[in-house]
C-alpha cells in the first residue's frame, strides 16, 4: 500500500515537470529562463537530465515567467501580449517584487518596468529616485493592487519635469 502511495506521489509530482518538458525540443532545450542560462553549455545539455534540471530550475525560481515578460533570461515577449498591456502585465505578476525594489530604489524588477514603459537609460536613476520618494504614495496601503499602483506612479510621472514624457497612456 504505501509503495503505491508513493508512486502516486510521484506521478502527479511529475505532471507540472512533464508538461514542462513536453514543450522542448532537442536543439533549444527548457526555452529560456535561469534554468536554460544556469544550464547552458554543460556536456548533454539536450538529455533529459539536463533539461530536467533546467525546467526545474524555472520552476523553482519562476524565472520562466519573469525572462517572457520582462524579454530576459534569453526569453522573448513578442507575440505574448500586446504592446499597450505589457507593462500592466508585468506589474501584476511581479508585484511584490516591485514593491520591494521601489522601496530600495533600485533592482532587476524595477529595471525591467522602467524599460517597458519606455524610460531612457540616461533617466532611469531618476525614475528610481522617484518610485523610491513617493513609495508612500504608489502604495497607500497593504491592499493597494498593481493597476493602483500604476495609475498613482502615472500620475507621479506626469507631474516630473522629466519623466512626464514616459506616462503610459
Do not use: Y
Request: glycine share 10%; charged share 15%; net charge neutral.
Amino acid at each position: 500500500m504505501v509503495k503505491k502511495l508513493v508512486v502516486a506521489a510521484l506521478v502527479f509530482a511529475m505532471i507540472p515537470m512533464s508538461s514542462a518538458l513536453a514543450d522542448m525540443s532537442k536543439e533549444t532545450g527548457p526555452g529560456c529562463g535561469l534554468g536554460k542560462l544556469a544550464w547552458a553549455g554543460t556536456k548533454g545539455q539536450n538529455k533529459i537530465v539536463h533539461q530536467t534540471l533546467a525546467a526545474t530550475t524555472n520552476g523553482t525560481f519562476g524565472s520562466q515567467t519573469f525572462g517572457i515578460t520582462s524579454g530576459t533570461s534569453g526569453c522573448t515577449n513578442d507575440g505574448f501580449v500586446m504592446d499597450d498591456q505589457k507593462v500592466s502585465v508585468f506589474a501584476s505578476v511581479n508585484f511584490e517584487n516591485l514593491k520591494q525594489d521601489m522601496a530600495q530604489g533600485r533592482g532587476e524588477h524595477l529595471t525591467s518596468l522602467a524599460r517597458l514603459m519606455g524610460i531612457p537609460a540616461e533617466q532611469q536613476g531618476a525614475f528610481f529616485a522617484l518610485t523610491q520618494e513617493k513609495h508612500g504614495v504608489l502604495f497607500q496601503s497593504e491592499v493597494t493592487t498593481s493597476t493602483e499602483m500604476l495609475i498613482a506612479l502615472n500620475s507621479e510621472l506626469s507631474a516630473h519635469p522629466v519623466l512626464s514624457q514616459a506616462v503610459i497612456r
